[in-house]
């Protein structure tokens, strides 16, 4: 098949959250067999002590475990397709300036806002980085805050008193956020707002080449925020170059255990990331490019990156053993371990695919970052969890692609064009309740298309 017409058949499935009619006719016969099988069973009534029903019981779950992994890999797997050959497409130079400018725009406007002439009549948002949480955590509280500040048109003034990553405080590791602005005597409020719209005046623009323009604000906005100082930036700057100079392409693998899987996360195993990775330059071997595998690989586990080494000798993988000592170790909150991690973070954002649990802010803020790096990144991450959120989000509405007929009593029936909207996001799938039918229920997210928001914000 030629090149463009495969770029745009994959891109038509993925950006659609569509699968192919074969996958969904397969989806649909697990469905009709699951019911017949069970409906025979039910009939026969012998499910109380026949052994052999229980079998196939067993072995129904099995198959349907079987396939539906095979549906979600293959979607996954297209996925990975059409994120590397949609490279191709973005790479017009007017998309590429396009992009610049709006980059530009937005910068000069934040940092306008944030350094007034006139600081003393200047309305103020207060917001205390000191969340007690991780990193991730953290940030992305700042970075909402940032949001929120824009829209109520005040300047944002980060408290990093007694932060507990550093004594020397926001300064040490970040760009200050105002340098005009240092003094402030109230702590305001903050408004709840509405996190997922875009600014109505960009949204047009940001809808031409991004398909997921929420993110891609939101990466302006942690980019923002996240501007690395002066000492932080030669360190970042020298490791990029090191995992990059030789042009070749790497995918990002984030594994997160340790306290994650206490009640946020669920195990994942290293082969069902690397997996992934091997897809990746199995397809790059289709389009004709040979490299040996390249990965930088995240944790917070050493034992983690022993069984990678151990299991993929055929894998480069990039790695730093201390950057998981100290992730997991009594040093969790320190200056050296902010390092670590924000090397991770910015590294996993250079590559050309992560591969992660979506549970882990960490991985949010490396997702979010990665946006900068590509004129569209939002389908260069496979997540082995959770769809994409913004903490704090009001959750927005959708409108349904395609009917779903669930299988599960919890599930979310809807017609294609319905609107659902969103409740929350559990393990892997979305809740929300049908507008039509006023039913609430779970539902896969690629039956789906967000409706995309718009609010005035101050640019
Ligand atoms: N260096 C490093 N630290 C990590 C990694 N994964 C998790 N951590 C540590 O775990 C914390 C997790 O931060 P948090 O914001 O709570 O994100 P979440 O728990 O993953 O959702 C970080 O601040 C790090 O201390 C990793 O891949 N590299
Ligand atoms: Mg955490």
């Given at each position: 098949?030629?090149?463009?017409?495969?770029?745009?058949?994959?891109?038509?499935?993925?950006?659609?959250y569509?699968?192919?009619?074969?996958?969904?006719?397969?989806?649909?016969?697990?469905?009709n067999?699951?019911?017949?099988?069970?409906?025979?069973?039910?009939?026969?009534?012998?499910?109380?002590?026949?052994?052999?029903?229980?079998?196939?019981?067993?072995q129904?779950?099995?198959?349907?475990?079987?396939i539906?992994?095979?549906?979600?890999?293959?979607?996954?797997?297209?996925?990975?397709?059409?994120?590397?050959?949609?490279?191709?497409?973005?790479?017009?130079?007017?998309?590429?300036?396009?992009?610049e400018?709006?980059?530009?725009?937005?910068?000069?406007?934040?940092?306008?806002?944030?350094?007034?002439?006139?600081?003393?009549?200047?309305?103020?948002?207060?917001?205390?980085?000191?969340?007690?949480?991780?990193?991730?955590?953290?940030?992305?509280?700042?970075?909402?805050?940032?949001?929120?500040?824009?829209?109520?048109?005040?300047?944002?003034?980060?408290?990093?008193?007694?932060?507990?990553y550093?004594?020397?405080?926001?300064?040490?590791f970040?760009?200050?956020?105002?340098?005009?602005?240092?003094?402030?005597?109230?702590?305001?409020?903050?408004?709840?707002?509405?996190?997922?719209?875009?600014?109505?005046?960009?949204?047009?623009?940001?809808?031409?080449?991004?398909?997921?323009?929420?993110?891609?604000?939101?990466?302006?906005?942690?980019?923002?925020?996240?501007?690395?100082?002066d000492?932080?930036k030669?360190?970042?700057?020298?490791?990029?170059?090191?995992?990059?100079?030789?042009?070749?392409?790497?995918?990002?693998?984030?594994?997160?255990?340790?306290?994650?899987?206490?009640?946020?996360?669920?195990?994942?195993?290293?082969?069902?990331?690397?997996?992934?990775?091997?897809?990746?330059?199995?397809?790059?071997?289709?389009?004709?490019?040979?490299?040996?595998?390249?990965?930088?690989?995240?944790?917070?586990?050493?034992?983690?990156?022993?069984?990678?080494?151990?299991?993929?000798?055929?894998?480069?993988?990039?790695?730093?053993?201390?950057?998981?000592?100290?992730?997991?170790?009594?040093?969790?909150?320190?200056?050296?371990?902010?390092?670590?991690?924000?090397?991770?973070?910015?590294?996993?954002?250079?590559?050309?695919?992560?591969?992660c649990?979506?549970?882990?802010?960490?991985?949010?803020?490396?997702?979010?970052?990665?946006?900068?790096?590509?004129?569209?990144?939002?389908?260069?991450?496979?997540?082995?969890?959770?769809?994409?959120?913004?903490?704090?989000?009001?959750?927005?509405?959708f409108?349904?692609?395609?009917?779903?007929?669930?299988?599960?009593?919890?599930?979310?029936?809807?017609?294609?064009?319905?609107?659902?909207?969103?409740?929350?996001?559990?393990?892997?799938?979305?809740?929300?309740?049908?507008?039509?039918?006023?039913?609430?229920?779970?539902?896969?997210?690629?039956?789906?298309?967000?409706?995309?928001?718009?609010?005035?914000?101050?640019?």
């Amino acid at each position: 098949m030629e090149l463009s017409l495969f770029v745009k058949t994959a891109l038509k499935y993925v950006r659609g959250y569509r699968f192919p009619d074969r996958l969904r006719t397969m989806i649909d016969a697990i469905d009709n067999m699951l019911k017949t099988r069970l409906g025979d069973v039910i009939k026969t009534g012998i499910w109380r002590c026949d052994t052999t029903v229980k079998q196939l019981i067993g072995q129904i779950i099995e198959e349907f475990a079987i396939i539906k992994y095979d549906v979600e890999r293959e979607g996954n797997v297209i996925k990975i397709q059409a994120a590397m050959l949609s490279g191709f497409m973005n790479n017009d130079e007017n998309i590429l300036q396009k992009v610049e400018t709006l980059k530009r725009i937005i910068y000069n406007r934040f940092w306008g806002n944030q350094n007034p002439s006139n600081c003393l009549n200047a309305r103020k948002l207060v917001c205390n980085i000191n969340k007690a949480c991780g990193f991730g955590c953290q940030i992305h509280h700042v970075t909402y805050c940032l949001l929120v500040a824009s829209a109520l048109n005040r300047i944002l003034i980060v408290d990093d008193k007694e932060w507990s990553y550093s004594p020397g405080g926001w300064n040490t590791f970040f760009q200050p956020l105002t340098t005009t602005c240092l003094n402030y005597h109230t702590e305001q409020n903050m408004s709840p707002w509405d996190g997922t719209a875009v600014p109505r005046a960009l949204s047009v623009d940001i809808n031409s080449f991004h398909e997921y323009p929420f993110v891609w604000w939101l990466g302006r906005l942690i980019s923002f925020v996240m501007r690395p100082s002066d000492r932080l930036k030669v360190m970042l700057d020298e490791h990029v170059k090191r995992l990059t100079s030789d042009g070749r392409h790497v995918v990002g693998v984030h594994i997160r255990r340790k306290d994650k899987l206490i009640s946020e996360g669920s195990y994942y195993p290293v082969k069902s990331y690397f997996d992934y990775v091997e897809e990746y330059f199995r397809t790059l071997q289709v389009i004709g490019i040979e490299a040996q595998p390249k990965v930088y690989l995240a944790t917070d586990d050493e034992e983690v990156l022993i069984e990678a080494k151990q299991s993929y000798p055929d894998v480069n993988i990039v790695c730093a053993v201390e950057h998981a000592t100290l992730a997991a170790g009594d040093d969790k909150y320190s200056e050296q371990s902010l390092v670590g991690l924000l090397v991770d973070i910015y590294l996993l954002a250079h590559t050309d695919l992560i591969v992660c649990t979506l549970s882990s802010q960490l991985c949010r803020v490396a997702y979010e970052l990665m946006q900068s790096y590509h004129t569209d990144a939002s389908d260069k991450l496979i997540s082995l969890d959770h769809p994409y959120y913004f903490g704090g989000q009001n959750f927005g509405a959708f409108r349904a692609v395609v009917d779903h007929h669930p299988l599960y009593l919890d599930g979310l029936a809807f017609k294609s064009n319905d609107s659902i909207y969103l409740l929350d996001i559990r393990r892997s799938s979305f809740y929300g309740i049908n507008i039509r039918t006023k039913k609430n229920g779970t539902f896969p997210g690629y039956k789906v298309k967000e409706v995309i928001k718009t609010s005035d914000f101050f640019l």
